[in-house]
Structure formats: C-alpha cells, structure tokens
Nanobody
C-alpha cells in the first residue's frame, strides 16, 4: 500500500525559507512522477512542482519558478520541496502526490491524474 507522508511545514516570515519532505513507501517509485500541490483557503488545489523519478527532470508552476526547487533522494525514497523567498501568497496546505502511470513526454499538471496523496502540511507565510 502506497503511503506518502509530508513534513516540514510551519510558520515563516516573508522572504524566509522552508523545506518540505515527502516520505514515500509501499512501492518502488522509479517509474512514477511525484508532484507537490497546494491548496489555500477557498481556492482550488493547484500544481506547484513535479519531478520524474526516473530522469530527475523537474517542472514548476510559473508562480514558484526560480524560488522553489523539487528534488528526490533514491536512497531515502523521499521527495523534497525547497521553498525560498516565500511570500504571503504561498500560504496553503501543501500536498505530496504520486502518478503511477505518467504520460509520455511532460508530466501531468492536473491533480486528478495523480493516484496517491499525502495528508498535507500547513505552510503559513506572514507579511
């Protein structure tokens, strides 16, 4: 059974940094795409970043490009999201997700393409 467990959220001032972790278990994820999504109060869950586990290729939403970095650790079976220069608009619950049948070419940006989800971790950025 696939389990994704996020950690690393918290309260930070604008301009600060946080590193989110996603511990993945229950499968070999070498053929998966792994994504981070976020959901702010009253808003839809939106794509933040993704990584193709097999190649390490990364993809980002325009709103976080240049500030966030997604990475994976094969030995730890974990995915990370390094978030720098945080803004109040980044405040949301952040979710780790796994796509077990990734498309050819680019990753899926749509949340309904992801099969497994973690419970989420709260990130709050104060101004």
């Amino acid at each position: 059974q696939v389990q994704l467990v996020e950690s690393g959220g918290g309260l930070v001032q604008a301009g600060g940094s946080l590193r989110l972790s996603c511990a993945a278990s229950g499968r070999t994820f070498s053929s998966y795409d792994m994504g981070w999504f976020r959901q702010a109060p009253g808003k839809e869950r939106e794509f933040v970043a993704a990584i193709r586990w097999s190649t390490g290729r990364t993809y980002y939403a325009d709103s976080v490009k240049g500030r966030f970095t997604i990475s994976r650790d094969n030995a730890e079976n974990a995915v990370y999201l390094q978030m720098n220069s945080l803004e109040p608009e980044d405040t949301a619950v952040y979710y780790c997700a796994a796509d077990r049948r990734p498309p050819l070419g680019s990753i899926s940006y749509a949340r309904d393409q992801y099969d497994y989800w973690g419970q989420g971790t709260q990130v709050t950025v104060s101004s």
